[in-house]
C-alpha cells in the first residue's frame, strides 16, 4: 500500500527475497510477456521504488485474461503446445459465469508448491500436513471432483492419488440421510489426516449430525475454502469437530495467497505472491477495507501481475499474537465485490459485516440476503429448531443496524437455500449492478489500458 506513509508498516515486513521477486516478476512481465505489452507505459522506470512502480499500473480483470489467449501469459521460452502434449500442464476452465470464466493453463507443481508453503502459515497445519497426507474433500463436483446424476459412483471411483472425494452431487439440496450416512462411514474407513471443504456443505453435514445424534471420525485438520466461510457454518463445525478450523484463501487463478493462522489471523504467503491493497475511500468503510490484487512468483507458465481475484480484506490493526511478521496480515477476509450490498444511502457493506451480525442470532442455522433495490432487502432464514417471530426480529433489528433507518427489511423462513449455477452459495447479494471501483480511495485506483487519461497522466 503506496502512497500511505504508514504503508510499509500496515503491509509488513518485506525481506529482500521478496523485494526480489516482486521486481523479478514485474521486470519479466513488462519486458517479455505479450499480454502485459501495453502496461510498459504505466512503469514509472526501473528505478523507481518497487511499490511504486507496482501502484501505478493497471490490475489484471479476468475479462483481460479472456482478451487475451492463455499463451499470452506464459513467459518465454516455453510453448503451450509443448506443454500440453507432454502432459506438464493442462487447460483448466473455472466454474462462474460466463463473464468470469477463464480458462487457467494448470501447472500441478507449482499448485503443490504454494499450497505446502501455505500450510506454514498455521501451527496447526504446520504439523499435520507432509504433502502426502491422506485428505477428504467435501466439495460441490461443479467446482472439483467426481460427479454423478444419482450420486451413486462408488467409493473406489471418488479417489485420486492421496485424496478422496465425498461428494458427487451437484445439488447438495438432493442429499438424503442415507446419502449423508455414506459420507459418515467413508470418513471412517479412509481415516484422512485433513478434511478440506466448502463451508456451506461442511455445515449441511454437521446439521445433520446435530439432528440425528451420529458421531463424525475426527481429523487433525479441517481447511476450509471454495467459498466465503460463515460465522454460522463454522459455527457448526465448532459442535461437531474437535479439530481446528483453519480458513484458506487463494483461487484457481492465484494459487495460494493467505492462510488463517492459529489467532485466526490472515497472513500473506509471501514465498509465492505478492498483495497490493487497494483501499476504500473513509466514507466506504476505508482505509482498513480494501481490494486485494494478487501477483504470482515463479510460476514458469503463467505471468500473473496485480490480478483483481474480485475479493475484500480488512487489514489487521496490529501485529498478530502468532508472532508472524512477513508480507500483509489481515484480521478477515470480507467477502468477494460481487456479494458487497449497500445502505440506502449507497454506503457499501461487505458479506462479513452482514454475516458477523446475523452470526449473533443462535437460531440461524443458514440464510440468504438479497438486496432488492436501494432500500429493500429480503432475508429467508433456515432456523433448524423452529423459525419463530422473536428470531425474525432479531435478525431485523441486526440487519436496520447494519443498513440504517431508511432500510425496508423483509425476513421469511426458508426450508432449505440452493446454490448458485456455479455450486457456490451465495448468501449475501444485490439484485442490481453496483460499481465497486466507486468506492475506491482515488488515491489507488488503477488506471485502465486504453484510457486516454490514464496514459497522459492526467
Ligand atoms: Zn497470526
Request: net charge negative.
Amino acid at each position: 500500500m503506496t502512497g500511505n506513509k504508514n504503508g510499509a508498516a500496515r503491509t509488513g515486513d518485506k525481506t529482500g527475497k521478496y523485494l526480489e521477486n516482486c521486481t523479478g516478476a514485474l521486470d519479466q512481465a513488462l519486458d517479455e510477456v505479450p499480454a502485459y505489452r501495453a502496461w510498459r507505459q504505466f512503469d514509472r522506470g526501473k528505478g523507481a521504488p518497487i511499490d511504486e512502480r507496482y501502484a501505478g499500473l493497471p490490475a489484471l480483470t479476468k475479462r483481460d485474461m479472456n482478451i487475451h489467449t492463455p499463451a499470452a501469459f506464459i513467459p518465454p521460452g516455453r510453448s503451450l503446445a509443448e506443454g500440453l502434449k507432454s502432459g506438464e500442464i493442462e487447460l483448466v476452465e473455472t466454474s462462474g459465469t460466463t463473464e468470469d470464466k477463464v480458462i487457467n493453463v494448470w501447472y500441478q507443481s507449482w499448485w503443490n508448491a504454494s499450497e505446502l508453503a501455505s500450510w506454514t502459515l498455521n501451527a496447526h497445519a504446520a504439523r499435520v500436513t507432509t504433502g502426502d497426507q491422506r485428505e477428504a474433500i467435501l466439495a460441490n463436483p461443479l467446482n472439483v471432483g467426481f460427479r454423478s446424476e444419482r450420486g451413486d459412483l462408488p467409493m473406489e471411483k471418488r479417489r485420486l492419488e492421496r485424496f478422496l472425494f465425498l461428494n458427487d452431487l451437484a445439488d447438495p439440496m438432493a442429499w438424503t440421510d442415507s446419502y449423508c450416512d455414506r459420507m459418515l462411514r467413508e470418513l471412517e474407513l479412509f481415516q484422512p489426516v485433513t478434511l478440506e471443504a466448502n463451508p456451506s456443505l461442511l455445515s449441511r453435514l454437521c446439521r445433520y449430525i446435530l439432528r440425528t445424534g451420529k458421531r463424525a471420525y475426527q481429523p487433525s485438520l479441517i481447511v476450509l475454502t471454495y467459498e466465503y466461510p460463515s460465522f454460522i457454518h463454522r459455527r457448526h463445525m465448532a459442535v461437531v469437530f474437535d479439530a481446528p478450523i483453519m480458513s484458506s484463501y487463494g483461487s484457481t487463478e492465484s494459487g495460494y495467497v493467505f492462510s488463517e493462522c492459529e489467532h485466526g489471523r490472515f497472513h500473506q504467503n509471501v514465498d509465492y505472491c505478492r498483495v497490493d491493497f487497494l483501499p476504500f475511500r473513509d466514507d466506504c468503510g476505508g482505509p482498513d477495507l480494501g481490494k486485494l490484487l494478487v501477483t504470482t512468483f515463479d510460476n514458469p507458465w503463467r505471468s500473473l501481475i496485480r490480478f483483481d481475484v474480485g475479493d475484500l480484506g480488512r487489514l489487521n490493526p496490529g501485529p498478530c499474537r502468532c508472532g508472524r511478521t512477513a508480507g500483509m496480515t489481515l484480521s478477515l477476509i470480507e467477502g468477494r465485490t460481487v456479494n458487497l450490498t449497500v445502505t440506502p444511502e449507497g454506503t457499501p457493506v461487505t458479506q462479513a459485516r452482514v454475516d458477523q451480525g446475523l452470526s449473533d442470532v443462535s437460531r440461524i442455522d443458514d440464510y440468504e440476503l438479497r438486496q432488492k433495490d436501494e432500500s429493500s432487502y429480503r432475508l429467508r432464514i433456515v432456523c433448524d429448531t423452529g423459525f419463530d417471530p422473536a428470531t425474525a426480529a432479531q435478525a431485523r433489528d441486526i440487519l436496520r443496524e447494519i443498513y440504517g433507518p431508511q432500510a425496508r427489511i423483509s425476513v421469511e423462513e426458508a426450508r432449505d437455500l440452493a446454490p448458485g449455477p456455479s455450486g457456490k452459495f451465495q448468501m449475501v447479494q444485490a439484485l442490481f449492478p453496483l460499481n465497486p471501483a466507486s468506492f475506491l480511495d482515488p488515491r489507488f485506483q488503477p488506471p485502465v489500458p486504453g484510457d486516454s487519461a490514464a496514459e497522459e497522466g492526467l
